[in-house]
């Protein structure tokens, strides 16, 4: 009858689980280019046992987040399948976030200050660039760049913080994807679907917390019963 006791609480760490979830997504409902967690809850088999073994990352929603538009000329959006890249000081990591700025060397960077990954390397200077149809970047009618956009599997794709993410395997290919100027993809996380789920979380914690109530109710009518012969 211990199992009860045990079921009860595999209930009780899915929904915590679960509202991590929710409360992680809300956090990052105003995080340009981030892609929400989808809670999957575990199987009670695990917590029946003595081992039990914890995934290392939720899995992801990775549809595109609406794009909202800006009308800076530095900020960019990428519709479709493709990443922008950013070389990083921990080598290249992939971003949706296009919101760019130009450095004192004439360079694209993000908002931490790592370079754009583009085709050259000779930067774009002071002026404002202008995108062509070809990802192509262009100031005073001269062509200075193109976006070297990424594909990666998602089940490769590992989080690591801001909208930010590393191909875990190390492996990414060129993109056949365009880029939008003056545009920015706003996050995926919706607020009326994770209040859905914060309220479905909670009625199956307070479910779990009835179970174990009533096992322990009945316990110690059960006891109390026995203790009367």
């Known amino acids: 009858m211990a199992d009860i006791f045990a079921i009860a609480e595999a209930g009780m760490r899915n929904a915590r689980a679960a509202l991590d979830t929710v409360s992680h997504n809300v956090a990052n409902a105003e995080t340009r280019g981030f892609k929400r967690e989808i809670h999957a809850p575990s199987a009670f088999d695990p917590y029946l046992q003595p081992a ?3 995934p290392d990352q939720a899995p992801r929603d990775w549809r595109a987040g609406p794009l909202r538009h800006s009308g800076s000329p530095l900020d960019f959006a990428i519709e479709g399948d493709a990443w922008f890249q950013l070389r990083s000081p921990n080598g290249v990591v992939l971003t949706r976030n296009g919101a760019f700025e130009l450095d004192r060397s004439g360079r694209l960077v ?11 390397d000779a930067g774009i200077g002071s002026s404002t660039p202008v995108l062509n149809g070809e990802n192509e970047l262009w100031v005073d009618g001269q062509r200075v760049a193109q976006f070297m956009l990424a594909s990666v599997d998602s089940n490769q794709l590992e989080a690591i913080g801001g909208g930010l993410y590393k191909a875990s395997g190390g492996e990414t290919s060129d993109a056949a994807a365009s880029v939008r100027q003056g545009f920015l993809e706003n996050s995926n996380v919706n607020s009326l679907t994770e209040m859905v789920d914060l309220v479905d979380a909670m009625r199956k914690a307070e479910a779990s917390q009835r179970v174990m109530r009533a096992y322990d109710e009945a316990l110690e009518s059960a006891i109390t019963t026995l203790g009367e012969f």
């Not at 993000?110 to 050259?120: E, I, R």
């Open 110 to 120: 993000s908002s931490q200050g790592w370079p754009v990954v583009l085709d050259s």
């Open 52 to 54: 039990q073994v914890e």
